[in-house]
C-alpha cells in the first residue's frame, strides 16, 4: 500500500488508486476537473518521495524541476511514501472585469490580475472559484492587451459555466493557475501556411492564436475554419470577417452541420477543410475543441501529409464526476 502526507496526515491509498482520488475519498478537497492528465487543475507539489514518471508529462520543465505533478494520474507503487502540498504558489488572485454574451450559449468572461501574468495566446489557464471549483478554459485575449479572456460555453447544469452566468458578478474574486498548454503561434518561418481549426468555443485559442500570427507579421496563407452544429453556435463573426477583409492571406470559413447559408458552409468541418486544403503538406496547424473532432482530424490531417510536429491541439475533455468522501456514499 502507498501513503500519502498531506498537512501532516497521512492518507493510505488503495490499489491502483491515484493520489487524487485517495485524497479526495478520505475529504481532502483538491481542486480537480478531467481527471484524465489533461487540464492541470489537480497540479500538487512533492515535497518527498518517488514521483511516477507518468504524472508529469505534459508539464513545463520549470514545473518538473520543483516537484510538480498531476495527482489525477499520480499512482505510486505499492510501499511509496510521498508527502505533497497543494499548488498555490501557482496561483494568482484575478478579478471579473466583465461578462457578456457573445452569443445565446457563449459567455465572454474578462479578468485582470494584479501581478503581470505571462502566458502566449492560445493557452490555457485553470480558473478556480473561492471554493476551489476549478475548470480550464483557453485564452482568446493577447498578453499586451493587459487582461485574460476566456470564452465560456453555458453548459446546461454545469457547475462553473452556471456560476458564471448566473451569480458571478463583476468585481467577484477567482484565481488562476497557468497557463499551459502548446497550442500558441511561435514567431519564424512565416511563409509557412497556417490552418486552424476548431467546434464551439474552440474558437477561443484560436482567435488569439491567429491574431498574434498576424500582428506578428505571418505572411504565409492563414486558413480558420470553425464549425458549429447550427448557425446559432458560431460567434464573433463579424470580428472575424473585419480581420479577413484587413488581411488578404487570412480565410474565415465558418461551417454547419444544418442550416448553412450563402456565408455559412453546410456539412461536416473536416469535409470542408478537406476541400479548401486538400493537401496540407508542410502546414502548421492548431485544433481545438470537442474533444472527438480533435482526435480525429488530427489523425485525417496527419494522414493527409502534415508532420506531427507541426500540429498542436487541445482537447475540450470535460469534467469527470465527483468523488464523493467515504461515508458520503
Ligand atoms: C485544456 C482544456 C481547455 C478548455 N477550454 C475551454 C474553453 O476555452 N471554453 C470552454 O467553454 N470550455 C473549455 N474547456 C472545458 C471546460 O474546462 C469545462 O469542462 C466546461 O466548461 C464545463 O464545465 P462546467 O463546470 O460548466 O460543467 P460541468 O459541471 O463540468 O459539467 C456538467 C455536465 O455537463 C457535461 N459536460 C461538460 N462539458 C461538456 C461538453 N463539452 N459536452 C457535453 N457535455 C458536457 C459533464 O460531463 C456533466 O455531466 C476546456 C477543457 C480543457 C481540458
Known amino acids: 500500500m502507498a501513503r500519502v502526507k498531506h498537512e501532516s496526515r497521512w492518507y493510505p491509498l488503495e490499489s491502483e488508486e491515484s493520489v487524487l482520488d485517495g485524497l479526495l475519498r478520505q475529504g481532502v478537497a483538491v481542486p480537480n476537473a478531467c481527471r484524465a492528465g489533461a487540464c492541470q487543475s489537480c497540479l500538487m507539489r512533492a515535497l518527498s518521495g518517488e514521483i511516477p514518471e507518468a504524472a508529469r508529462v505534459g508539464l513545463k520543465d520549470t514545473l518538473r524541476t520543483q516537484g510538480y505533478f498531476l495527482a489525477c494520474v499520480c499512482k505510486p507503487v505499492a510501499g511509496t511514501e510521498l508527502e505533497v502540498a497543494g499548488a498555490d504558489a501557482l496561483r494568482v488572485p484575478a478579478r471579473i472585469d466583465s461578462l457578456t454574451l457573445l452569443s445565446a450559449s457563449v459567455l465572454r468572461v474578462r479578468l485582470s490580475t494584479d501581478a503581470p501574468f505571462d502566458y502566449r495566446a492560445g493557452q490555457y489557464v485553470s480558473l478556480l472559484r473561492a471554493d476551489?471549483?476549478?475548470?480550464?478554459?483557453?485564452?482568446?485575449?493577447?498578453?499586451?492587451?493587459?487582461?485574460?479572456?476566456?470564452?465560456?460555453?453555458?453548459?446546461?447544469?454545469?457547475?462553473?459555466?452556471?456560476?458564471?452566468?448566473?451569480?458571478?458578478?463583476?468585481?467577484?474574486?477567482?484565481?488562476?493557475?497557468?497557463?499551459?498548454?502548446?497550442?500558441?503561434?511561435?514567431?519564424?518561418?512565416?511563409?509557412?501556411?497556417?490552418?486552424?481549426?476548431?467546434?464551439?468555443?474552440?474558437?477561443?485559442?484560436?482567435?488569439?492564436?491567429?491574431?498574434?500570427?498576424?500582428?506578428?507579421?505571418?505572411?504565409?496563407?492563414?486558413?480558420?475554419?470553425?464549425?458549429?452544429?447550427?448557425?446559432?453556435?458560431?460567434?464573433?463573426?463579424?470580428?472575424?470577417?473585419?480581420?479577413?477583409?484587413?488581411?488578404?492571406?487570412?480565410?474565415?470559413?465558418?461551417?454547419?452541420?444544418?442550416?448553412?447559408?450563402?456565408?455559412?458552409?453546410?456539412?461536416?468541418?473536416?469535409?470542408?477543410?478537406?476541400?479548401?486544403?486538400?493537401?496540407?503538406?508542410?502546414?502548421?496547424?492548431?485544433?481545438?475543441?470537442?474533444?472527438?473532432?480533435?482526435?480525429?482530424?488530427?489523425?485525417?490531417?496527419?494522414?493527409?501529409?502534415?508532420?506531427?510536429?507541426?500540429?498542436?491541439?487541445?482537447?475540450?475533455?470535460?469534467?469527470?464526476?465527483?468523488?464523493?468522501p467515504v461515508g458520503a456514499r
Not at 462553473?160 to 458578478?169: D, I, P, T, V
Not at 514567431?187 to 468555443?201: K, V
Not at 493527409?304 to 507541426?310: E, N, P, R
Request: charged share 20%.
Open 132 to 324: 476551489g471549483l476549478a475548470r480550464s478554459y483557453s485564452l482568446a485575449s493577447l498578453p499586451r492587451e493587459g487582461l485574460l479572456e476566456l470564452h465560456v460555453r453555458l453548459i446546461p447544469g454545469g457547475a462553473m459555466s452556471g456560476w458564471l452566468a448566473r451569480e458571478a458578478r463583476v468585481g467577484d474574486t477567482v484565481a488562476v493557475q497557468g497557463p499551459a498548454g502548446s497550442c500558441f503561434y511561435v514567431p519564424g518561418h512565416p511563409e509557412q501556411p497556417l490552418l486552424l481549426a476548431g467546434t464551439g468555443t474552440g474558437l477561443a485559442p484560436l482567435h488569439g492564436i491567429v491574431r498574434d500570427a498576424l500582428e506578428s507579421g505571418h505572411t504565409g496563407p492563414i486558413w480558420l475554419f470553425h464549425g458549429a452544429r447550427t448557425p446559432e453556435g458560431l460567434y464573433l463573426m463579424d470580428a472575424l470577417r473585419e480581420l479577413a477583409a484587413r488581411h488578404s492571406g487570412f480565410h474565415y470559413r465558418p461551417c454547419v452541420l444544418t442550416g448553412g447559408s450563402r456565408d455559412v458552409a453546410e456539412g461536416a468541418l473536416d469535409v470542408l477543410i478537406r476541400a479548401e486544403c486538400p493537401r496540407p503538406v508542410g502546414f502548421r496547424a492548431w485544433l481545438c475543441g470537442d474533444s472527438g473532432m480533435v482526435l480525429s482530424l488530427r489523425k485525417k490531417l496527419f494522414l493527409s501529409g502534415l508532420s506531427l510536429k507541426d500540429l498542436h491541439a487541445d482537447a475540450f475533455l470535460p469534467s469527470a464526476p465527483r468523488v464523493e
